[in-house]
C-alpha cells in the first residue's frame, strides 16, 4: 500500500512538473546579452537607433545605462548605492541582436566623479539621436543634495570617441524652468528638419502627462506645450517617441505595462495597444516588472526593445512584421532549460500557496 501510495505521488509530481514546464514555455525567452562595466552584466533603459547603411561598421546603435540588482534581486545592497553605476553605455550590431562593445570604446562614455558620489548624485535616461553623421547620446544627471538636474550630451563622430560632454539644459536657470518647466523625465528626442524634437514627463508623483517642446540648437527651447493622451487613465512614468513611417509613435511605461500610441503631429496621441505586462509566472526574465523601452523600424521588421527584471535587470527583444504581430523573440535558446526548471518549479509552487492563502 505505501509502495502503491509513493508510485502515486511520484507519478502525480511528474505530470504536474511535467505540466508546468510547458505552459511555462510561453514565458521562457531569453534576453539580450550584454556587457556592462559594473560586471554585473545587467543593462538597462535601452535606446536603440537603426542606420540603413552601416555607420562606422555597425547599422545598430545602443545607449542604456546599467542598473544592477544585488544579491537575489535585492533593491539594496550595493555600494556605495545603487544608482551609482547608472552611467551612459554604448553597444553595436548588426542584426539587432547579438551586441557587442565596439573595438576600443571603454564603457562608460561618461562616469560620476567623487564629488558626485558623495553627494549621491546619478547619471539616468540615455536617448540616442543620430544628427547627420554625428551620433548623439543624451542623458541627464541628478544631484540629490542640491536638488539639481541637468540634460547632458556627448557626441561622437566615429562612436568610439565622444568629445566632452556639453550642458544642454540646466533647470536650475529660471528661464530654462520657465520654458520647459521644473522637471524632466524620460526625455526622448528626434532631430528631424534641422530641429530637435522632445517629449518628456513632467512630473514625479501624482497625476503626470508628457510635454513637448522644440529647439533648433539643443540649448535654447520654445515654450512646452501639453501632449493630450485618448486614455486619461494612462499615468506615463518613462517614454520612447519614434517617427516611423510619417507618423510618430509613443512606447509609455505606466509603472506596470508598455503602451503604443500614435500621433500625426507629436501632440495628440492615440493609443493604439497594450503591447506587453509583465509575466505573471516567476522565473521569466521580464516576471517582477518592466520598464523604459524603445521602438524601431529596420529594412525588414519592427524591433522593440524592453527593459525588465526579474532577478537581475535586462533587456529583452520583440519582434514582428507589424505592430499588431510583435511578439518576444528569445536570444539564443531557452531562458530556464528543462534540468533547470526544479528551482522555478518550487517558486511556481510557492506563488500559488501563497495565492491561494490570501484568497
Request: charged letters at 20%.
Amino acid at each position: 500500500m505505501l509502495l502503491l501510495t509513493i508510485c502515486i505521488l511520484s507519478l502525480a509530481f511528474i505530470v504536474d512538473y511535467s505540466y508546468e514546464y510547458i505552459t511555462f514555455q510561453k514565458y521562457n525567452q531569453k534576453p539580450l546579452s550584454l556587457e556592462t562595466p559594473d560586471g554585473t552584466n545587467q543593462p538597462y533603459h535601452p535606446s536603440v537607433v537603426f542606420i540603413p547603411k552601416p555607420w562606422n561598421g555597425y547599422r545598430y546603435w545602443m545607449a542604456e545605462t546599467p542598473y544592477p540588482l544585488g544579491k537575489n534581486g535585492d533593491w539594496a545592497g550595493l555600494k556605495p548605492y545603487r544608482a551609482r553605476w547608472e552611467n551612459p553605455c554604448i553597444h553595436v550590431s548588426n542584426d539587432g541582436i547579438n551586441w557587442i562593445i565596439p573595438k576600443g570604446l571603454n564603457n562608460p562614455i561618461d562616469n560620476l566623479a567623487s564629488k558626485d558620489i558623495l553627494n549621491h548624485g546619478y547619471y539616468s535616461d540615455t536617448h540616442l539621436v543620430m544628427k547627420e553623421d554625428t551620433l548623439e547620446c543624451w542623458y541627464r544627471y541628478s544631484d540629490p543634495a542640491t536638488n539639481s538636474l541637468y540634460i547632458l550630451k556627448k557626441r561622437s563622430v566615429d562612436g568610439i570617441h565622444f568629445m566632452r560632454k556639453d550642458t544642454m539644459i540646466n533647470l536650475q536657470d529660471s528661464h530654462v524652468s520657465r520654458q520647459l518647466g521644473k522637471i524632466i523625465i524620460s526625455q526622448a528626442l528626434i532631430f528631424k528638419d534641422k530641429k530637435y524634437y522632445m517629449w518628456y514627463v513632467n512630473k514625479v508623483k501624482g497625476k503626470r502627462g508628457i510635454d513637448f517642446s522644440t529647439s533648433r540648437d539643443g540649448i535654447n527651447w520654445n515654450t512646452l506645450k501639453h501632449c493630450i493622451l485618448s486614455d486619461n487613465s494612462i499615468n506615463p512614468w518613462h517614454i520612447d517617441v519614434e517617427y516611423i513611417d510619417n507618423n510618430f509613435y509613443l512606447l509609455s511605461y505606466d509603472q506596470k505595462d508598455l503602451i503604443l500610441w500614435r500621433s500625426s503631429d507629436g501632440l495628440c496621441f492615440y493609443k493604439i495597444k497594450k503591447i506587453l505586462s509583465p509575466c505573471p509566472i516567476v522565473g521569466s526574465f521580464y516576471s517582477s516588472g518592466l520598464y523604459r523601452s524603445c521602438l524601431l523600424k529596420d529594412n525588414e521588421e519592427y524591433k522593440l526593445y524592453f527593459s525588465a527584471f526579474e532577478k537581475k535587470t535586462s533587456i529583452g527583444l520583440m519582434t514582428g512584421s507589424s505592430i499588431d504581430s510583435l511578439s518576444i523573440y528569445s536570444v539564443g535558446g531557452k531562458h530556464v532549460t528543462f534540468w533547470k526548471f526544479p528551482i522555478v518549479y518550487l517558486r511556481i509552487m510557492k506563488q500559488k500557496i501563497t495565492s491561494f492563502i490570501y484568497l
